[in-house]
């Protein structure tokens, strides 16, 4: 009867195939506790917002490459949170809505622009092209929808629009899919519906803005 050496290393893997699968749990655990940190930093004023976008955006494009390499092990980040008992609340909220803290809440970064207002312009028109389209998927949909409600609130006063509310209502939907999961026709109607709406409410709040200036 073989004999268990309490000196002895317990070794995680037996081939190089698996010693790479948990290096890269490893380097996605370690990106989930970086990010609930920051997070934590953030609120309490322990960085400032010029600080804080950049490494949460990074972060958040980190834990996105990172899902995709190990989407085989890893069914769902609660999944994975829960398997090694990570209790790290902020980080997974922040990976849920897909974007920044200062993006979600709407920092009120500055005067809009005509060079502002053309992007978001841009952004929602393609967004609406793509559900035209009938594009479905995740990885079609998130990309452009991430880039639309990031330019979205920039502008001041968009956190009491009704449209950046439900925009980030539909990334975190988004962000809970795998990235070939598709919405269904009736969740492509609605999001459509909510994206005109908001369009029409960015155009009548500049307009609102300027006759006030």
Known sequence: MATLSLDEEVRLFTN???R?????????YGIIVAL??????YVRDAITAAQYSPACTRLLSQYMTMLKLVKDSVPSIEQFMSRYRMDNPAALHRIRVGVPATVEHSSEAGPETGKW???????????????????????????????????????KGSKDWEGRSKMVSWLITLNSMK?????????SRQLSFDVEHAYAEFFRSLSGSKERS
């Open 179 to 187: 990235a070939s999961e598709e919405i269904t026709d009736e969740q």
């Open 20 to 28: 790479e699968k948990y290096n890269l749990l490893g380097t996605l």
């Open 36 to 41: 609930d940190y920051l997070e934590r930093a």
């Open 16 to 18: 190089n195939s698996e």
């Open 117 to 155: 207002i053309a992007e978001t312009t841009q952004n929602f028109i393609t967004f609406m092209d793509a559900l035209k389209l009938r594009l479905r998927a995740k990885d079609q949909l998130h990309p452009i929808l991430q880039e639309l409600v990031t330019g979205y609130a920039r502008f």
